[in-house]
């Protein structure tokens, strides 16, 4: 009788243990390379025989920096979608990017996010002159987090709180700065340019007459970048000219695609506007440097350089 009663006893154990829950099975992506399909709104990762795809419209990925601990959130729905595919054979972005995708190897198993929140924290990506310390950026890398996913898999229902998709870099053109040495200044105000095509590199002075004046320096004049002394580098879609800024009101064309606004600067420290002045016959020819002078839009910026040349300005009394 006491075998038999054990065998009662571990069966009852056995029962009572077995409560419906499914095994938990896992998938991990974090340390694979993100890629996008050149003609499809699908970033994917592959593994082996294993695949991930997020289906995202790229309006969803922001070309600034997310503020601390405020990442993007993104719910699933009907258009964005979160796939996981294992396949019988090694698999590439060609069984998914194609207009007609090819059909080998085949999907063995597909579990599908049926609910979720994509949590996306982007941080700009920069390139760095080691000689002037210049910084330009390069691209935004975007870490993405899928938050309280539930997949449908074949077994069943499987819910985690937290999954690592990992990091996905759009990268972006460097703004060329193309600019040569001869600046204009505006016939309407007291704003100075640098221009090259659709490119614009404007100082606006208040005190003009002080930091300009028609004399030779021993040292140089200096004053910082402030709400009175303003620089802005602005992007256009097509070419622009001095014109541009003294008509009233400002032209709907070109469209300014980027504006970055130079920070405040400190006295010794950053944002310094410097002006050597000299004399050419009956010109006077103004230099001006521009030192440790950051430009930022929205959240992001970069580092103009310890020493920038901005051009120089000739004058006649």
Not at 169 to 197: H, M, Q, W, Y
Not at 253 to 262: F, I, K, M, S, T
């Amino acid at each position: 009788m006491k075998p038999i009663f054990l065998m009662l006893l571990l069966f009852f154990i056995t029962a009572a243990c077995d409560d419906g829950d499914l095994t938990v099975e896992t998938i991990d992506f974090s340390e694979v390379n993100a890629q996008k399909c050149p003609q499809k709104e699908i970033i994917l990762k592959l593994k082996d025989t294993e695949m991930l795809l997020l289906e995202i419209p790229s309006s969803e990925f922001e070309s600034d920096i997310t503020p601390e601990d405020e990442p993007t959130l993104v719910p699933l729905s009907e258009t964005i979608k979160v796939t996981y595919r294992q396949y019988n054979g090694t698999v590439s972005s060609n069984n998914i990017c194609l207009e007609v995708p090819l059909a080998t190897p085949i999907v063995t198993e597909e579990w599908t996010a049926t609910s979720g929140t994509i949590e996306i924290t982007t941080t700009a990506v920069k390139n760095v002159n080691t000689t002037t310390n210049a910084t330009r950026i390069t691209g935004y890398k975007h870490n993405i987090v899928f938050r309280n996913i539930t997949w449908q898999k074949p077994s069943g229902l499987q819910v985690e709180s937290e999954f690592v998709f990992g990091d996905y870099t759009i990268p972006v053109s460097a703004l060329a700065f193309g600019f040569d040495e001869e600046l204009e200044k505006s016939t309407c105000d007291n704003r100075i340019f640098d221009f090259n095509g659709g490119e614009a590199f404007i100082l606006d002075i208040d005190d003009f007459g002080s930091l300009f004046e028609n004399v030779a320096t021993t040292t140089p004049r200096t004053a910082l970048i402030s709400n009175d002394n303003k620089l802005t580098y602005k992007l256009f879609s097509n070419t622009i000219s001095t014109s541009y800024f003294c008509t009233t009101p400002t032209p709907v064309l070109p469209v300014v695609n980027q504006e970055w606004n130079a920070i405040n600067g400190v006295a010794g420290v950053s944002g310094i506007i410097e002006v050597t002045t000299t004399q050419s016959g009956n010109s006077f020819i103004h230099t001006i440097l521009l030192k440790k002078v950051t430009l930022k839009k929205g959240l992001s910026d970069f580092y103009l350089g310890d020493e920038y040349l901005y051009g120089s300005l000739i004058t006649n009394p």
